[in-house]
């Protein structure tokens, strides 16, 4: 497609079940982030990937969450024994890279996965 | 260490008069500045980006920003607002001096809201 591409976009689960959110960045993205923003926040950052591995991880809140990439293309983020606190919009962002230079900075985001977590 | 600071909040204006959101940074290389829009229920959206080229950059929607090194500012700007400006401003700050750790080297303001009054 010719942008992010993110679902669910509404996800509605119980506390304790476990939720996946998936990203599909665009075509040649080398570079893939995750970000949480919850009610009236500014963007919380959770981890970045570099192809198929993540250089930064220091975002994620705690040990339930984990995320994964494969194929240097889509991306898993899983929350595990889902919490109130959870509840939020979790956005994923894409990338180009330049060597040595890291990303250009400019992000094309997805409009999101609205977790409720009841 | 880089950071990003949104002086304001919550900015009010009314349409048609001129909007003025304020956004200071550190860094301590040459740094790459953004401005990112979003509407409710939306990803957030570039509006644009200084670079280390001309220190006054022209963005979409009629919004631009002056890159000012001697003030550590990266204000937003535009001449007359529309309604359709109603959104989330976020200020962004892109150290391109390092690579890998910290999102890649991306540093996220708070957030600006920026309110239309007919």
């Known amino acids: 497609g010719a942008g992010v591409s993110q679902s669910p976009s509404n996800k509605v689960t119980e506390k304790g079940k476990d939720v996946e959110l998936r990203c599909d960045p665009i075509s040649g993205h080398t570079a893939l982030y995750w970000y949480r923003q919850s009610l009236g926040q500014g963007l919380e950052f959770l981890i970045y990937?570099?192809?198929?591995?993540?250089?930064?991880k220091s975002g994620l809140p705690s040990d339930r969450f984990s995320a994964e990439r494969t194929g240097g293309s889509v991306s898993t983020l899983t929350i595990q024994r889902t919490q109130q606190e959870d509840s939020a919009v979790y956005l994923c962002a894409s990338s180009l890279t330049r060597p040595g230079q890291g990303t250009t900075g400019e992000l094309f985001f997805g409009e999101g996965s609205r977790l409720t977590v009841l | 260490a880089q950071s990003v600071t949104q002086l304001d909040s919550h900015v009010s204006v009314s349409e048609g008069t001129p909007v003025l959101l304020r956004c200071n940074y550190s860094?301590?290389?040459?740094?790459?500045l953004f401005w990112y829009v979003q509407h409710p229920n939306k990803g957030l959206q570039l509006l644009l980006k200084y670079t280390s080229a001309a220190t006054l950059v022209k963005g979409i929607n009629g919004f631009e920003a002056e890159f000012k090194k001697s003030e550590t500012s990266f204000h937003l700007t535009k001449p007359s607002a529309h309604m359709s400006d109603a959104a989330e401003y976020f200020c962004v700050v892109s150290d391109r001096g390092r690579t890998g750790g910290g999102a890649d080297g991306l540093t996220f303001g708070k957030g600006t809201h920026l309110i239309i009054q007919p």
């Open positions: 860094s301590s290389y040459s740094p790459s």
């Open positions: 990937f570099q192809g198929n591995s993540a250089p930064d």
